[in-house]
Structures are given as C-alpha cells and as structure tokens.
C-alpha cells in the first residue's frame, strides 16, 4: 500500500471549524447575517462540508459601508501613517504565529497541497503586509514651482479613494485577500472584501487577527457571500468609492458596466491564457521542470498559467515525452496528505467544467499524452494532462481551463520569431508569458514583442510583494503590487495658496 502522511489538524483550526457558523466581520466585530442565511463550504478532496457560514447580501453590504464610513471619518483619520504600518506589521506577525493553521484551512477549504499552502500561499501572503507595511510612511505628495503667479505656492496630497470594496476569487483565498488589503490599507482607506463563496474560511481566520492587532473597528470588514448578491451589492453600493475585482473576464465586464452608476475606480485582474515558449537552445534542466510547474502549480488553477505550450519542432517529442514522464508520476491526492503534489480543483463546478474540456479537446482532433479522464472519486481530481496534435484554433488552445490542462503545440522559426510572437499574441487575453532560451538578445526580443503584463524569462510563477502584476487585454488594467499598486488606492489633491 502506498505510504500517506496525512497532517494532523491543528488544534486552533479544530476550534476555529467547530464553534457555530462562521460569521461576518464587521464594524470589528463577528455577526451575523441580516437575513440569517448560511451557506456550506466543502472540502474538494472529499465533498464533505466542513463547515457553514453566514450569507451576507445588499443589506450586510451596507452596513460593512457604514462602519467603514465611521471608521473613515473617525478613528482611522487619527492613525498616523507610521502607526498604519505597525498594525500591518503587527498582522503579519500573527499570521506568521498562527501560518501552520492557516495553511491548514487554505488546504481543506481549497483543496491544494499543504506543501503549496506551508510553501508559497501563507509566506507570500504574510510577506505582502511587510511589504506595505514599509510604504504607509512613504505616500508623498510634492511641492510644485508653478508659473501661474510668484506668491503662488503649490503641493500635492496623496489621499486615501475612501471606501473601497474588494472582491477575490477561489484559487489563492488568502493570497489575494492580502494583495487586495495590504496596499489599500498602507494608504490609508477602509475596506469592504468579499471572499469567493467556495472559500470563504481563510480570510474569517484573517479577520480574527485583524482584530487581535488592533486595527480601530469597521477599516477592514470582511464578508462572505454569493458575487451575484452580495458581490453586486459592493460594486453598485454609491458610497463606494472603488472596487478591485480578481476572478474570471466574463465577470470582470459585468463589474465594469456596473461600477460605472457612480463612477467607482475599477481594477480588473482577469483571466489568461498565457503563452510559454521553449526555444531550441534551452537549458532543458530548467524548461522542463518549469513548464510543468507553469501549468501544473496550484491544479491550473491559476489566472497566469502556462496553458499555451509552444515547443520548437527540433525538441518537441523530446521535451513533451521528459513532460509527460514526469506529469504522469506527480503524486495526486488529498492536499492534507504531505505527500500530494497534485490535489483535486476547488468545486464540483470546476470538475465538471474542466471534464468538458478534456472532452472537447479529444472531438477536436488533439490527444492526451498523459491525463485526459477525471478521476472517479467522491472528490474533484482531474489528473495533470498533457494534449498534443492542438491546433491554434481549437477551443482547448483559445479558452481558459483553469485545470491541469496544457496545450502543447510546435512551432519552428527559430532565427525569425516574427512568427512565433504572431501565435503567442493571438488571444485576447494578455496575463502573462514565459520564455526559455539562452541567447540573450533573443530573449529581451521576444520579451518586449510579447503582449503580457509579466513575462517570466528561463522561470515561471515567480512573485514578489514588490513587481506589479496584472493584464494586457482582456486580462483587465490596473497593477496590484510594488509601488504601482499605491496608484489604485490614493487620488492626488493640488493645493494653491496665495501667500499675498
Ligand atoms: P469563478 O467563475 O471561477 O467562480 P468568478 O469570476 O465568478 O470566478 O468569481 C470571482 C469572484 O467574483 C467571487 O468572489 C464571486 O463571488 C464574485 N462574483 C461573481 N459574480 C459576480 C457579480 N455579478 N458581481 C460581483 N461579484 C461577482
């Protein structure tokens, strides 16, 4: 039989899932719905519930908006900016006290390893408050020499948007909780965020530290409900004043169109369908595992993923026999097995959309080298699949999968990559992409020729607090991270005086 290492629930999440329903935080406290209304979350791995929570709606909205006005127009006017870093400071500490148990939850309520949630998920995310914690005391106005009189003295402010509403996708629950929150907060706003409905209980763990740190009641409300709900609640709310969106494009238009009744500020980050390119003078030691991690990392379910592979003719049946050796040994399982590289998806809904997908990839003509059924199980497994024979048109090499999925198709210009650009270029979405050469001048080339927000040269999924991310196209607009992420959450005040 093969060996398992299932971890042992921590004790705080063993605590934290069996005390009643889970309840909304707002005004800096826990409640409960308007309405009473609950809803279930369920693990991927088993279908289980593990757990219910509180439905927020319109109305659970607009009272998050009013404790968030109260706090906007009180207490947190009072906080000095070196005081808003150390509470984020102060928060990133006690994620870091309490990481093993949101690793944990991140893993039930998601269904990814525990290996990416220890790993990537929870590090990423304490390190992002640290980041912003470092730019509350650096959001600076200038003083300007104008020429419109001498004894006119003119400057800037770089003032908080005000009320801001936030709503997050499923696949990086916390993760995009903290990119959403760490430089609203930096900048001194207040906050209404709305987990996705398939895992909500991440971000409920969040918002008990959040009040442990001692940020002043109704800065961060944190909510959880239905997008068509409570999600349009926040994005048609008047006395919002923003709202930042991750999840699907087909979503992001909605939002856009409804943000518009009061000319709420909008930052999309949207889908993609992210071209890699593995060029004939790879170095294939990195190509290979990096290609596979590209599409495979976090069950493809991920907005940038490698899901467009472009292998050189002259090492295409080479690179794709190493990929499908290694994809078809990824050990898939239960993400609180320590042994999982590959988990289930988030819901039966993802399951049943990424079966189709296998399936239409077969009637239009492509062939799984590995993968290619879901697995029959009580859980959503879909096993790492590798289709070659893709064409550019079909569906499987247009669409976004959101699934361990890869199209992989050949190509081969390799002194001319007019071509290959052209193939790279041609959706409409323009998230990310990856290059692997070893040729320099080629590599800064395609690198500026490719319609991407990020492209990853000779690496894959690398992230930093401090390099923005965001889309090209379809992907969306607006840059979250690093300094340019201040941008979306502070508007520029001009000051005249006439000292006459
Ligand atoms: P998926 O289809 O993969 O679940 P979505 O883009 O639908 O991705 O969801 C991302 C986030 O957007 C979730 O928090 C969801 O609740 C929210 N959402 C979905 N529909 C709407 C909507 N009409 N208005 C506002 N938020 C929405």
Not at 66 to 89: F, M, N
Not at 163 to 191: D, E, R, S, Y
Not at 332 to 340: A, F, I, N, Y
Request: hydrophobic share 40%; glycine share 8%.
């Amino acid at each position: 039989m093969e060996k398992t290492t299932t971890v042992a629930v921590d004790s705080r999440v063993e605590v934290f899932l069996h005390d009643g329903p889970k309840k909304l935080f707002i005004g800096g406290e826990f409640v409960e719905s308007l309405s009473g209304r609950t809803f279930d979350t369920t693990n991927p791995a088993t279908g289980e519930v593990i757990t219910t929570v509180y439905e927020a709606d319109k109305e659970d909205v607009s009272r998050a908006v009013e404790a968030a006005e109260r706090a906007l127009k009180g207490s947190w006017s009072k906080v000095t900016a070196s005081e808003r870093g150390k509470l984020l400071w102060k928060l990133a500490d006690l994620m870091e006290e309490h990481a093993e148990a949101l690793a944990q939850l991140e893993t039930l309520d998601n269904g990814k390893p525990i290996q990416e949630t220890r790993h990537a998920d929870i590090p990423l995310a304490i390190d992002h408050f640290r980041y912003y914690a470092g730019w509350a005391t650096k959001i600076h106005g200038e003083v300007i020499d104008n020429s419109a009189g001498v004894n006119l003295f003119t400057y800037t402010r770089r003032e908080p948007v005000g009320i801001v509403g936030q709503i997050i996708p499923w696949n990086f629950p916390l993760l995009m909780a903290t990119w959403k929150l760490g430089a609203a907060l930096a900048t001194g706003n207040v906050v209404i965020l709305k987990t996705a409905e398939q895992t909500p209980l991440s971000a409920i763990y969040l918002a008990e530290l959040i009040q442990e740190a001692g940020f002043p009641e109704g800065v961060v409300n944190i909510i959880t409900g239905y997008g068509p709900t409570a999600g349009a609640a926040i994005v048609q709310h008047q006395r919002i004043r923003k709202v930042a969106f991750t999840g699907s494009t087909e979503v992001g238009k909605v939002i856009m169109q409804q943000a518009s009744s009061n000319l709420k500020r909008v930052s999309l980050e949207l889908g993609g369908k992210s071209p890699n390119i593995i060029f004939p003078d790879a170095d294939f030691t990195k190509a290979i595992p990096g290609a596979l991690m590209g599409i495979f990392f976090n069950q493809g379910q991920v907005c940038c993923a490698g899901s467009r592979l472009f292998v050189h003719k002259k090492v295409f049946d080479n690179v794709l026999s190493d990929m499908t050796s290694y994809a078809s040994k990824l050990k898939q399982g239960p993400g609180m097995d320590e042994s999982t590289r590959i988990g289930p998806l988030v819901s039966d809904k993802q399951f049943t959309r990424v079966s189709n997908y296998l399936q239409r990839g077969v009637e239009e003509g492509a062939s799984p080298l590995t993968g290619g059924q879901p697995l029959d199980t009580n859980g959503f497994f879909i096993p790492p699949t590798i289709f070659a024979d893709v064409q550019d048109h079909m569906s499987i090499a247009r669409e976004e999968i959101f699934g361990p999925v890869v199209a992989a198709m050949p190509f081969d210009d390799e002194e001319h990559i007019t071509d290959i650009i052209r193939r790279a270029n041609d959706s409409e979405y323009g998230l990310a992409a990856g290059v692997w050469t070893t040729d320099i001048r080629k590599a800064h080339k395609v690198a500026h020729a490719l319609e991407a927000g990020t492209v990853w040269v000779n690496c894959y999924n690398a992230f930093d607090a401090a390099v923005p991310f965001g889309g090209y196209k379809q992907s969306g607009f607006g840059r979250e991270m690093g300094s340019y992420a201040l941008e979306l959450y502070t508007q520029v005040k001009s000051i005249w005086i006439n000292l006459d």
